[in-house]
């Protein structure tokens, strides 16, 4: 039983509010989550409310989802008994009512959601992962992290057309080799970027942000830093993951990307994936396409889906009916996964329990406006994805979730680390 909600204005990495929520239970549990919010969001994502007063932020304040939390939601929670945190989801998915929490506000619900399971575990006597992969019935093993260490895009004004260059220590024989061979990577990439004249200022997600057009100019230093760190370039030692967030890009007159100064067809941009893949070491591929280039996803992932991950974030918004509609049609071999891109925990598993059936690899993520609540790295552990990508090893709010997961390692050394299996 609830006894207190409570949800407070904060700032996000950003500069920008969000929520806190704060909730106590009847036998005296006290936990805080804090809720994250993205800047190159998918269409369907759910929908958080913003105080739209321009005198305030301008017009980014979160007091009426604070509101919701503390008015209506309390009131309707803390009335109640519930047995689990999975019934609290349903609760606030059937009170919002609209399918996509645009009534209450998803940043509202998934602060509730986030809290509830957090009070949940607290009660079970256990840390958030044991608790979630307990309830999910899934293996928990610690996560390759996607250290992303050139930022462009939406993400870093000046920066790649590409939203997303990222460090994966496939190699790495356990969670701390893959820390240290990330930040190492990453002091390497900035002597060179200092090297060249390039600016070493970080992006949103604590990558740097060169004013380097070319992805394939950005991959091979990428590939140089690797090599100057004493890694392997490759899935034996350190690969490359990108994530074009392409829907950025594409220009919605005639649906062409515009990329580095050209403006590629689906097709000819897919090309232009395959030559790169042929010639770095690309292992993984989020949104090479925009969301709404339906049978641009089916031919990218016939071509590519055999050599690198094809992995859909804007395209599925963690939302289970959608990644089950790609799987019949073989639109992805992959799914991004977000607890705000759908509004609570309980669809989040739900999501990955459709990506297990389908035998489909799972990415757990942060998003680019962040705080230093670190449930993200517990979901990847608990529900045993094998990835995450939580930004560059840099900025606070990043380093959070890397921290706990080397936390999490420290206290159980017999967690595996790595890729899921098939
Ligand atoms: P966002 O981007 O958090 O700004 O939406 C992250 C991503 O595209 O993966
Ligand atoms: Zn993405």
């Known amino acids: 039983r609830i006894t207190e909600l409570h949800a407070v204005e904060i700032l996000d990495s950003r500069a920008r509010p969000t929520l806190a929520v704060s909730l106590t239970t009847e036998d005296g549990i006290r936990v805080r989550a804090g809720v994250p919010a993205g800047a190159s969001t998918g269409t369907r994502e759910a929908v958080e409310l913003r105080d739209a007063d321009p005198g305030r932020y301008g017009g980014q304040g979160v ?37 996509t929490k645009s009534r209450l506000g998803a940043n509202a619900v998934v602060g509730v959601s986030l809290a509830a399971w957090y009070a949940e575990a607290a009660r079970a006597g ?34 790649p057309d590409i939203q997303e260059f990222m460090l994966a220590p496939l190699g790495a024989p356990d969670f701390p080799e893959a820390v240290r061979a990330g930040a190492e990577v990453y002091a390497r990439l900035k002597a060179r970027l200092s090297a060249a004249g390039h600016s070493t200022g970080l992006g949103d997600e604590g990558g740097f942000a060169p004013a380097i057009r070319r992805p394939e100019d950005v991959l091979t230093l990428l590939v140089e830093a690797i090599t100057d760190a004493g890694y392997t370039p490759g899935r034996d030692g350190v690969a490359i993951a990108l994530d074009p967030a392409a829907g950025q890009f594409r220009r919605p007159a005639d649906g062409r990307y515009l990329i580095d100064g050209e403006a590629l067809t689906s097709d000819a941009l897919i090309d232009r994936y ?14 090479g396409l925009a969301e709404d280039d339906g049978d641009g996803w089916v031919r990218l ?23 089950a509609e790609a799987v019949a049609r073989r639109a992805a071999t992959s799914a991004l996964i977000k607890v705000n891109q759908i ?67 420290d206290a159980d050394p017999a967690l595996p680390y790595g890729l899921a299996g098939p």
């Open 126 to 159: 256990r840390g958030p992962w044991q608790h979630l992969a307990r309830t999910a019935g899934t293996t928990p093993r610690l996560p390759v992290p996607h250290f992303n260490v050139v930022n462009g895009g939406a993400h870093a004004t000046g920066g």
């Open 274 to 287: 395959e030559e790169i893949v042929d010639r770095f070491p690309v292992w993984s591929l989020e949104d």
């Open 343 to 409: 509004g609570t925990v309980t669809e989040t598993l739900e999501a990955l329990r459709v990506c297990r059936e389908a035998g489909w690899a799972q990415m757990v993520s942060h998003r680019s406006g962040e705080t230093e609540d670190t449930f993200i790295a517990d979901l990847a552990v608990g529900a045993g994805t094998g990835q995450i990508k939580s930004g560059a090893p840099a900025r606070g709010e990043r380093i959070a979730k890397y921290n706990r997961l080397l936390a999490i390692a």
């Open 63 to 99: 007091l009426t989802a604070a509101g919701q939390v503390n008015g209506e939601i309390a009131r309707s929670l803390a009335a109640r008994d519930f047995a689990s945190a999975t019934e609290i989801d349903r609760a606030l998915i059937d009170l919002d009512g609209t399918g």
């Open 301 to 323: 992932t016939a071509r590519l889906g055999d050599r690198v991950q094809i992995m859909g974030d804007d395209v599925f918004v963690t939302d289970p009916a959608l990644i």
